[in-house]
């Protein structure tokens, strides 16, 4: 493809018209530096879409008139550049081509005060109203499949993804984490103007944040006045240092699994932000819902795909139910169940194929769990108050490090009611039944006629959903998916995109 600058309004159309396929956007001020680079090499590495990366210094975003003069200009350098690095055209309108004069059509708008009005918000008033403006402006231009953006703006970023929601963009919001320098401190277009002192003082100020959050992850707790006090004695003027939940930007709170330690200071005339977020687990993602939904197939993909542990909980109810068919234990005398369950051991172990095999006591059941038999009796042995209680806590011991996706009744609700991300994967009974039928292996199902199926299926959706005990119930704050109709790919790239807006992509460097 021949690589393009467009430098008029009116060309975006004819060249999105021309060019007949989706385009990736990277919307900058120029002055381009490594984190830059970094977003434009991954939205190329990403997909085979027209990478467009475009250069416009926003009046709106500054509130300083100075600040908006002084702001470094080096667009031969840019336009090398973002060439160099995959860009396949760069976008570079003047101030009348994005905001032309008495035109009506232009939108102004302002940021939402709950986002907007904390850290950078409280003393640069309006500058993230021309923010919103300019991207609105942009995204309508150019129509992009996907927008990159960098996290090292995390409050712009969150406000970024307000915009796309409130004004139903299709637009995917794609980040990168914060990228750092040689010395610790982010890169950014400001550093230019930092004399040697003052980048001692910036990298001080970083490598504080660093070393917070490293001691959070043994300590789980945060000193902000012992921060503040080690800033001051460098004579560092702080302009805020806050301990905040990543996502509303309000106070942290203990049950907080992940949260933000934002900052920003002053050296000179220079001002500069950072940012580190802290977490006391890794990550862990809930997915409940009824049987057939298709919660093993998508949650062995999702842990695949997301490098995290993948908890069966399902097969941990089963392999029980068959231990005691086999073992023909009396499940009704709890007394004597509690004794039994000291003993029982259930573990998961990778066999060749990269798959998970099931083992009680040593014996591998991974096949003989999935019978009929099995699925005829487990809701009964799930909902023994004995028996949860053993699971429930065997499974919170394995999450306690966290990163894992789990799937069962009751993750959401029961077992990691403070998961990041719960989903409530379902369908309808029809398509459960089919699926259940068109599964190899399920040798039962498959002996069994559809409308016997689908009774069997309504019959084990209304015992898991009126058990005493951890019912199937979708958590207030799941998301639902009704798969019906969708691939399983479809269906897994939908909960791992919403992962990646839930989950910042700092937390996942080692």
Known sequence: MKKVIIRKTEEIENWRRNINSEINFIPT????????????????????????????????????????????????????????????????????????????????????????????????????????????????????????????????????????????????????????????????????????????LISFFSNELLEAKKNFQQEKKINLNEIIKKLSAKKITIEYLEHLHPHTLQKARFEDNISLLAGAIKCGETRLIDHVFLMKRRPIIAIDGPAGSGKSTVTKLIAKKLKLLYLDTGAMYRALSWLMIKESIDYKKEKKLHNILKDISIVFKSNTNSHQDVYVNNYCVTEEIRSQKISSIVSKISSIKEVRKFLVEEQRKIGES?????????????????????????????????????????????????????????????????????????????????????????????????????IPKEIEIK
């Open 29 to 200: 001020m120029g002055n381009l530096h490594n984190g830059h680079i970094k977003l434009i090499s991954t939205a190329k590495n990403d997909n085979s879409n027209v990478n467009l990366v475009s250069i416009f210094i926003n009046p709106l975003q500054f509130d300083n008139k100075l600040d908006l003069e002084n702001y470094p200009q080096t667009i031969d350098n840019d336009i090398k550049l973002s060439f160099s690095n995959g860009a396949d055209a760069i976008f570079i309108p003047s101030n009348e081509d994005i905001y032309p004069q008495n035109n009506k059509n232009i939108k102004f708008l302002k940021a939402p005060i709950k986002l907007s009005s904390a850290l950078c918000g409280l003393n640069r008033i309006g500058h993230f109203d021309g923010v919103c403006t300019v991207v609105y402006r942009l995204l309508n231009l150019i129509k992009p499949k996907n927008l990159y953006l960098g996290e090292k703006d995390w409050q712009q970023l969150l406000i970024l993804k307000n915009l796309v929601l409130r004004k139903k963009l299709n637009v995917a919001i794609k980040s990168i984490p914060t990228q750092r320098d040689f010395d610790g401190i982010p890169l950014s277009s400001r550093n230019l103007h930092l004399s040697k002192n003052e980048r001692k």
């Open 402 to 502: 966290g990163g894992l996706v789990a799937e069962g009744r009751d993750i959401g609700t029961t077992v990691f009611p403070h998961a990041e991300l719960k989903i409530f994967l379902t369908a309808s009974i029809d398509e459960r039944a089919k699926r259940r039928k068109s599964d190899k292996n399920s040798k039962d199902s498959q002996e069994i006629d559809l409308h016997t199926l689908k009774e069997l299926i309504k019959k084990r959706d209304f015992e898991d959903s009126n058990r005493e005990i951890s019912p199937l119930i979708k958590a207030n704050d799941a998301i639902e998916i009704i798969t019906d109709g969708y691939s399983i790919n479809e269906v897994v790239d939908k909960i791992i995109d919403l992962y990646n807006d839930k």
